[in-house]
């Protein structure tokens, strides 16, 4: 492996634990609608990091805005696609930004949202072995979302549609492209979600998703590294969260730390 990008991901992936918890504030390129929890973005990544997050996926703009609140242990992964969600036929992926430009700004890791199943397919597969290339030659770490095409679908929506093997599909294809951690939404139950751990045979990070219940959350995240996932990459379900910092440390005792999602649930609510 290219020494930078081994150094990079000891930094993603911590090796005390094994393990990465994403904080997403990136939705102010994908969302259709703005969402409340942004307006203070710089108070939301001092929660996340209060409460135990390593890594924030972030635009540029918004990281020139936030980075005086990062520790010397904090990293970045800038997002290197936006949405263009106000299409009246549908929202389409679409490039915004460089593995060069990532290493100007210092990122750890550049992150690309992969979606298939649309008109764009052939495209997105391209530009995914794109980045996946540029990342092999500076040494950037590439974090690959293999995700249902429209994120703000429910898990019962998006899986009606396309399902469980829409996303082994997807994570299998990011991997083969060079992503060196797959970000994947809970497929339904745990069952499917190890033959896509399998399937991608390296590190594996869940999706946060829609907004669900604290206990739906933690539960999802203990099947998942139960049966082999290093972290997850959450987004609403932090910054919309009425304590973003006491459910950011919830996250943290199921990953890191391997709590019961029940134990992890009880001290959240003797937190609120």
């Keep these: 492996m290219n020494l930078g990008k081994a150094i ?3 930094r993603l992936i911590e090796p005390q634990y094994g393990s990465c918890i994403i904080c997403a504030l990136d939705h102010g390129m ?3 609608n703005f969402l409340d929890g942004l307006y203070d973005t710089r108070k939301r990544t001092q929660e996340a990091i209060a409460g135990g997050a390593n890594v924030f996926m972030l635009g540029r ?3 020139r805005q936030v980075m005086s609140e990062f520790t010397p242990s904090t990293s970045l992964a800038l997002m290197l696609s936006a949405s263009a969600a106000g299409r009246p036929q549908g929202a389409v992926v679409t490039p915004i930004g460089s593995v060069e430009e990532a290493l100007r700004l210092g990122a750890d890791a550049v992150v690309v949202y992969v979606a298939l199943a649309g008109e764009n397919e052939a495209e997105m597969i391209q530009y995914t072995s794109q980045i996946g290339e540029a990342c092999e030659k500076w040494g950037m770490p590439f974090i690959a979302e293999a995700e249902f095409p429209n994120a703000y679908q429910t898990l019962t929506e998006a899986g009606s549609t396309y399902g469980a093997k829409y996303l082994l599909r997807n ?12 970000k994947v939404n809970w497929s339904g139950d745990q069952s499917s979600f190890e033959k896509i751990v399998r399937a991608v045979n390296g590190p594996v990070v869940v999706a946060g998703g829609t907004l669900v219940s604290d206990e739906e959350l933690l539960s999802r995240m203990q099947q998942a590294v139960a049966v082999g996932a290093i972290g997850c990459s959450v987004g609403r379900n ?4 009425r304590n973003p ?4 440390r919830a996250l943290c005792r199921v990953i890191r730390e391997k709590w019961s999602a029940r134990d992890a649930l009880a001290e959240l609510e003797a937190s609120q």
Aim: include cysteine; charge should be positive; aromatic fraction near 4%.
């Design 61 to 63: 703009g918004i990281a």
């Design 245 to 248: 910092t006491a459910i950011t």
């Design 8 to 10: 990079r991901l000891k």
């Design 30 to 32: 994908t969302s259709p």
């Design 171 to 182: 994570a299998r294809l990011c991997a083969e492209l060079g992503a060196d951690i797959v």
């Design 238 to 241: 932090i910054f919309q969260h």
